[in-house]
């Protein structure tokens, strides 16, 4: 595969008088293949490493406190492309340097609604245990997530300052 896409780049850019060098490139090319699709890409961006962004479906991500971005990220890490429902964009800014292509969208009183109208597989709360007791569970036909339900204040700050970098 690599000889072939090698050459293929070579033979179309025959004008351009370019060199192979495996030991000192000035551009490294990489080629991922999925299924029946190949992408061709010359630089690769951090991510929070876990399951490929966007396999595993979108979600509805409520994003309305520091908290918030950690439950975003950990949506992000299990694979879930998120849409990000908040009236707050200045919390959106430590998330796009991981999900550049990141969208959101003011909130709504009905969250299932609102994840239905946006085509949304699931909603994702910022809870941690003892906001789920005192709020209680939010009932609806769509599975709702909770990424910070097994950490403390501790892990939380943590995991926030390596989303911050």
């Not at 550049?100 to 709360?125: N, R, V």
């Not at 939010?138 to 892990?155: H, I, Q, R, S």
Request: with cysteine.
């Amino acid at each position: 595969m690599a000889q072939r896409l090698g050459e293929a780049i070579l033979r179309d850019n025959e004008s351009l008088g370019i060199k192979v060098s495996l030991d000192e490139p000035d551009v490294e090319i990489f080629v991922e293949v999925r299924d029946r699709n190949a992408y061709l890409f010359s630089s690769v961006l951090a991510g929070p490493g876990g399951m490929p962004l966007g396999t595993q479906g979108r979600v509805l991500s409520i994003l309305d406190s520091e908290n918030a971005i950690a439950s975003s990220w950990l949506m992000m890490k299990r694979g879930c492309s998120m849409l990000a429902a908040t009236s707050d964009q200045s919390l959106l800014a430590p998330l796009e340097k991981w999900y550049p292509l990141l969208k959101s969208t003011l909130p709504e009183d009905d969250l299932f609604a609102s994840a239905a109208k946006h085509d949304c597989m699931g909603i994702a709360l910022p809870w941690t245990l003892r906001e789920i007791e005192s709020h209680g569970t939010p009932k609806g036909d769509l599975p709702v997530f909770y990424p910070l339900v097994g950490m403390n204040e501790t892990e939380i700050n943590s995991l926030l300052s390596k989303i911050r970098g």
